[in-house]
């Protein structure tokens, strides 16, 4: 990729990436930065716990944040809708910008560790919602003279113009393509480190904001099959997943014996303060201060695994690729056990354990080659075709399968015990 951004823009200042190299900022830009909550993305890591098991993964996502307006700004550059550019006017561009760089600025510590407690357990919202919540209230000042609806539409996927929103939320967004490899050069798995310049430059949109590729089947397929495989060997590991469970179930008790404040006190707050203390090092210093306390139980004994990497085993795991919407039965017994708490307590019984020490995991959905949400059409000869109907492509093979993936965690001197209590159910 380009190692410098348009210089048609009046940038005040250039930061130095390890990615991209140096990305200019505007006023505007850099007066959103220098806030507090802006500045809290420094203590978030990108990849959460991800650093157990790769050392190197100790990016945040303030990096991953100015990297995908980064990536916006080549968008911007390279794309072409009918040979006119993508953003109307200088005034969209910057929206544009302003919506990329912010789209992660309500995230919530390690990750996505804290947010299915924060919506599940405790009647949250997801960490985008959080965003535009920040956005309206603390930065609504340091927007120059757009607003924040301006910012949120485009975030929201509610702007009138369609590619706006395939820009930001898609499955080739400039949020995916940052953190593919962000993500891989971080954690040393090449799979991420795709050939983005040639992707942007042979891209462009139809009328309805489609996605279409000229000449660019090999690039495609590097890039889908490599989302396939860093969600694999990074995103979904199985200590990764291990330790995100065991944070979870931390974060809920934490909360729930008041060792942490509520998430609706800190979601609804428009304290900057406030707000800017929700960071990583908040979750690990209450978690060293529990430990201090020299306390017993289940959660302490979660707590201090935690702290001297000790974590949870896999003891069931029912994988396997499967025609779309054709869920494996294996897949939907841990589901089950997941979702149904007298069935968890069934297997717990089985087992001769207590259930807490059940750690059932299923993803939000299965994970697929061929995206499912955004069309994609590659230009032959004078027609677009859908990507999934290329069969000059291998990828073509893949169209109609997904890959389940559902597991069941515990205590490793219940493994064998779990595995064949699950075995009987």
Same mark, same amino acid.
Not at 61 to 68: E, L, M, T, V, Y
Not at 166 to 171: F, G, N, Q
Not at 294 to 322: C, H, N, T, W, Y
Not at 344 to 349: T, W
């Given at each position: 990729?380009?190692?410098?951004?348009?210089?048609?823009?009046?940038?005040?200042?250039?930061?130095?990436?390890?990615?991209?190299?140096?990305?200019?900022?505007?006023?505007?830009?850099?007066?959103?930065?220098?806030?507090?909550?802006?500045?809290?993305?420094?203590?978030?890591?990108?990849?959460?716990?991800?650093?157990?098991?790769?050392?190197?993964?100790?990016?945040?996502? /303030?990096?991953?944040?100015?990297?995908?307006? /980064?990536?916006?700004?080549?968008?911007?550059?390279?794309?072409?809708?009918?040979?006119?550019?993508?953003?109307?006017?200088?005034?969209?561009?910057?929206? =544009?910008? =302003?919506?990329?760089?912010?789209?992660?600025?309500?995230?919530?510590?390690?990750?996505?560790?804290?947010?299915?407690?924060? !919506?599940? !357990?405790?009647?949250?919202? &997801?960490?985008?919602?959080?965003?535009?919540?920040?956005?309206?209230? $603390?930065?609504?000042?340091?927007?120059?003279?757009?607003?924040?609806?301006? $910012?949120?539409?485009?975030?929201?996927?509610?702007?009138?113009?369609? @590619? #706006?929103?395939?820009? @930001?939320?898609?499955?080739?967004?400039?949020? !995916?393509?940052?953190?593919?490899?962000?993500?891989?050069?971080?954690?040393?798995?090449?799979? +991420?480190?795709?050939?983005?310049?040639?992707?942007?430059?042979?891209?462009?949109?139809?009328?309805?904001?489609?996605?279409?590729?000229?000449?660019?089947?090999?690039?495609? *397929?590097?890039?889908?099959?490599?989302?396939?495989?860093?969600?694999?060997?990074?995103?979904?590991?199985?200590?990764?997943?291990?330790?995100?469970?065991?944070?979870?179930?931390? #974060?809920?008790? /934490?909360?729930?014996? +008041?060792?942490?404040?509520?998430?609706?006190?800190?979601?609804?707050?428009?304290?900057?303060?406030?707000?800017?203390?929700?960071?990583?090092? #908040?979750?690990?210093?209450?978690?060293?201060?529990?430990?201090?306390?020299?306390?017993?139980?289940?959660?302490?004994?979660?707590?201090?695994?935690?702290?001297?990497?000790?974590?949870?085993?896999?003891?069931?795991? !029912?994988?396997?690729?499967?025609?779309?919407?054709?869920?494996?039965?294996?897949?939907?017994?841990?589901?089950?056990?997941?979702?149904?708490?007298?069935?968890?307590?069934?297997?717990?019984?089985?087992?001769?354990? *207590?259930?807490?020490?059940?750690?059932?995991? &299923?993803?939000?959905?299965?994970?697929?080659?061929?995206?499912?949400?955004?069309?994609?059409?590659?230009?032959?000869?004078?027609?677009?075709?859908?990507?999934?109907?290329? &069969?000059?492509?291998?990828?073509?093979?893949?169209?109609?399968?997904?890959?389940?993936?559902?597991? $069941?965690?515990?205590?490793?001197? #219940?493994?064998?015990?779990?595995?064949?209590?699950?075995?009987?159910?």
């Amino acid at each position: 990729m380009s190692k410098d951004s348009t210089p048609s823009k009046n940038y005040s200042k250039y930061i130095y990436d390890n990615i991209h190299g140096n990305i200019g900022v505007t006023e505007t830009e850099l007066r959103i930065i220098d806030t507090r909550i802006f500045q809290r993305l420094h203590r978030i890591k990108q990849l959460g716990p991800a650093n157990v098991v790769y050392p190197g993964a100790t990016h945040s996502r /303030f990096a991953h944040s100015i990297g995908a307006m /980064f990536v916006m700004e080549q968008y911007l550059q390279n794309v072409r809708k009918d040979g006119n550019p993508i953003a109307e006017s200088r005034d969209d561009e910057q929206k =544009l910008r =302003l919506a990329a760089l912010l789209h992660d600025v309500g995230h919530y510590p390690l990750s996505h560790s804290l947010e299915v407690p924060i !919506k599940e !357990k405790f009647n949250g919202h &997801t960490h985008e919602k959080h965003s535009t919540h920040i956005i309206k209230t $603390i930065l609504k000042d340091k927007l120059d003279t757009y607003t924040p609806e301006d $910012i949120i539409q485009i975030i929201e996927r509610t702007y009138p113009n369609d @590619i #706006y929103s395939t820009l @930001i939320s898609s499955d080739m967004d400039v949020d !995916k393509v940052d953190y593919l490899l962000r993500d891989s050069y971080h954690t040393g798995v090449s799979y +991420g480190n795709v050939d983005v310049d040639r992707l942007l430059r042979t891209m462009s949109f139809d009328n309805e904001g489609n996605i279409i590729f000229e000449k660019g089947g090999p690039v495609i *397929e590097n890039f889908l099959l490599g989302r396939y495989h860093m969600f694999q060997a990074v995103y979904t590991h199985k200590v990764v997943i291990a330790f995100e469970q065991m944070i979870e179930k931390i #974060y809920e008790l /934490f909360v729930n014996e +008041g060792e942490v404040d509520h998430p609706s006190g800190i979601l609804e707050s428009e304290d900057e303060s406030m707000l800017s203390r929700f960071d990583d090092d #908040y979750i690990w210093q209450t978690m060293n201060s529990y430990h201090q306390k020299k306390k017993s139980g289940f959660l302490a004994e979660l707590v201090d695994a935690v702290l001297i990497r000790k974590p949870i085993v896999l003891s069931v795991q !029912k994988a396997s690729s499967e025609k779309k919407g054709k869920q494996p039965d294996d897949w939907r017994r841990v589901l089950l056990v997941k979702e149904d708490k007298n069935k968890k307590d069934e297997l717990a019984s089985k087992a001769g354990i *207590e259930s807490q020490w059940l750690f059932p995991y &299923t993803p939000k959905k299965p994970i697929s080659v061929i995206p499912d949400d955004t069309p994609i059409l590659i230009k032959k000869q004078h027609e677009n075709i859908p990507l999934d109907e290329d &069969t000059s492509l291998a990828i073509h093979k893949l169209v109609d399968l997904d890959f389940y993936d559902a597991r $069941i965690y515990t205590k490793r001197e #219940y493994e064998t015990k779990v595995k064949d209590a699950f075995d009987e159910l």
